[in-house]
């Protein structure tokens, strides 16, 4: 796919290009964060809870599902970003405040995990899943996240929700996460939404206008 050549102007852009610096910073302080909020809450794990909607059911297979889904969709979104880059400074932040936010909810509770985590799901998920990070689903948060962030994007918002809804079923299925985690993640996540539109409003009007345009093209 070749660049356009709005697109290679835009990586010429000094002020967009620090825009992305900061973006692609700010993920990696949260990714850090991440990792050592996830060790801590699993360390510290107590025993598994009762939960009214796991105790009726499942635990089914997911993992193929729930895991390599993932990897799906990171790789989908990195090729997306790629070609619209324009997004990518606030999706960059608003994810790394995602992360950042979660990081501090689960370094607060330490449930056990509901169901015994899988041992063989890859090197790179494993780097990002650890067992006692459960309060709030990142599988359902961030796919409803994007929803939001491409909510002027008709198609895209809808497939980030079947994305969303579709995440957080599978993990009540395979005993993932216990359903206060799946639940709570919509509500916290659009609350973390909203706080990123006050933060960072000129990414998001520079990503609102790469929608217009984009659909202005095919008017």
Request: proline share 4%.
């Amino acid at each position: 796919m070749i660049p356009s050549s709005n697109t290679i102007r835009l990586w010429r852009d000094r002020e967009f290009l620090v825009n992305a610096l900061v973006g692609g910073l700010m993920l990696g302080m949260a990714l850090i964060i991440n990792f050592y909020a996830g060790t801590y809450a699993t360390v510290n794990a107590s025993n598994r809870v009762n939960d009214f909607i796991l105790n009726r059911v499942g635990p089914y297979d997911v993992d193929m599902f729930f895991y390599q889904g993932s990897v799906i969709f990171w790789t989908f979104i990195v090729l997306f970003l790629i070609y619209r880059p324009k997004h990518i400074p606030f999706v960059a932040k608003s994810v790394s405040l995602f992360i950042i936010i979660r990081s501090f909810f689960i370094v607060l509770t330490h449930l056990g995990a509901p169901h015994e985590i899988t041992p063989s799901i890859g090197f790179i998920v494993s780097k990002f899943t650890f067992g006692g990070d459960l309060f709030f689903s990142g599988h359902t948060g961030i796919p409803f996240l994007y929803a939001l962030m491409f909510w002027h994007h008709k198609s895209m918002r809808y497939i980030f929700l079947v994305m969303a809804v579709t995440f957080g079923s599978l993990a009540l299925l395979g005993h993932k996460h216990y359903s206060i985690d799946v639940f709570a993640a919509f509500f916290i996540t659009y609350s973390i939404f909203k706080i990123s539109c006050q933060l960072f409003p000129d990414d998001y009007t520079l990503s609102k206008e790469d929608i217009s345009e984009h659909e202005e093209s095919l008017a």
